[in-house]
């Protein structure tokens, strides 16, 4: 949750220049509200309206960001990596991954004390 | 992606610079206007981060290929010279011909006129889209590094100290309108060229249409 500066790269050589990139975008930040039914309100690819999304973990450790309970459908984006500050993520869908790249979020304003994200739901648990 | 057309009244608010008006070109008014030129209308379409479009895409209508043409002006060979209403980049080559590219001209392209220089040129340029834009479209990131599918295209010249740049594109279809983002835009084949043959410090003069 929080605000969040949000950059985009396609070539792995632009990524440290994407997180600094990134970061100096929060003027204009990403920001990641909770939603009422424990998940996140986000926007998915090419969608202005922002929608509640669920984090889904998959039975082999993986962890999504999407609609529904079932852990890596096409709409949804995978979090690759996350340290607390930077959270890496990746779209599912081939189109759209081709067309955003690799996607950045970093986190705006001062190092966060210890956040507690939403717990990913497993497949079958219920909403 | 949806595209619609709408009559702009090209008055595009008091908080930005005002513009100076100049006068046509000869050569603007001796040259015909093709059809999609004749009206303000502009090309509403949002920028679409990350497409490729095809090879054959960046065919462009008849009148807007990269070509030499007579130019009669006095300005010194190696001078760019924008005329917005046309949708033409002229590169001045010296008796009195010019080579021509065909533009796309985004709101920012028609806020302003005059002389500016070019003060730096980029391959691959990244791209920040601008607030109202992110308005728009929240999930777009407020930074895309460069490369293929970036809306800003293969090559930049940046103009000035201004925001105002000639910038490749990633939507060949753009070229010939009127659009509501960017300044001046060319398709990636023709912005390369012209990156190419202009070196930092080359006069640009931009002209906008006289208004009655």
Same mark, same amino acid.
């Given at each position: ?15 440290? #220049?994407?997180? #600094? ?107 | ?7 702009? +009244?090209?008055?595009? /608010? ?43 895409? &960046?065919?462009?209508?008849? /009148? ?13 060979? $190696?001078? %760019? %010279? ?11 080559? $010296? ?7 065909? %533009? ?12 500016? +220089?070019?003060?730096?040129?980029? &391959? ?35 103009? /000035? ?39 930092? $410090?080359?006069?640009? %003069? ?7």
């Amino acid at each position: 949750m929080g605000r969040w500066g949000l950059g985009s790269y396609h070539r792995d050589t632009d990524r440290d #220049r994407t997180i #600094r990139e990134a970061r100096a975008q929060c003027g204009n930040p990403y920001v990641i509200k909770p939603s009422p039914t424990g998940g996140v309100i986000m926007n998915l690819a090419d969608e202005s309206e922002a929608s509640d999304l669920q984090l889904k973990a998959s039975p082999d450790g993986r962890t999504f960001i999407g609609r529904g309970n079932a852990a890596g459908e096409i709409t949804d984006m995978e979090i690759s990596a996350y340290d607390g500050k930077t959270m890496t993520v990746q779209w599912l869908d081939p189109d759209v991954a081709g067309r955003y790249g690799t996607m950045i979020y970093v986190r705006c304003g001062p190092a966060s004390r210890a956040v507690s994200p939403a717990q990913p739901k497993t497949e079958g648990s219920a909403g | 992606m949806w595209v619609r057309l709408r009559t702009s +009244t090209t008055n595009f /608010g008091a908080g930005l610079a005002a513009c100076a008006i100049a006068l046509v070109s000869a050569s603007a008014l001796a040259t015909p206007l093709l059809p999609f030129q004749q009206t303000t209308e502009e090309l509403e379409i949002d920028e679409q981060p990350g497409y490729v479009p095809p090879e054959n895409a &960046e065919q462009l209508p008849v /009148g807007f290929e990269r070509q030499f043409v007579f130019f009669r002006t006095t300005e010194a060979p $190696g001078t %760019i %010279i924008v005329n917005t209403t046309e949708r033409f980049l002229y590169l001045v080559q $010296g008796n009195n011909r010019a080579l021509r590219y065909g %533009i796309g001209v985004g709101r920012d392209g028609f806020q302003w006129s005059g002389l500016v +220089t070019v003060t730096r040129k980029e &391959e691959w340029p990244d791209w920040r889209p601008p607030p109202e834009m992110i308005k728009r479209q929240p999930y777009l990131p407020r930074f895309m590094a460069g490369g293929p599918g970036n809306p800003m295209g293969a090559r930049a010249l940046y103009l /000035g100290t201004t925001v105002y740049r000639i910038h490749g594109t990633n939507q060949p279809q753009t070229i010939g309108y009127a659009i509501s983002s960017g300044c001046f835009r060319l398709v990636n084949d023709d912005v390369t060229d012209l990156y190419q043959r202009v070196p930092v $410090g080359t006069k640009v %003069i931009v002209r906008q249409a006289a208004k009655l």
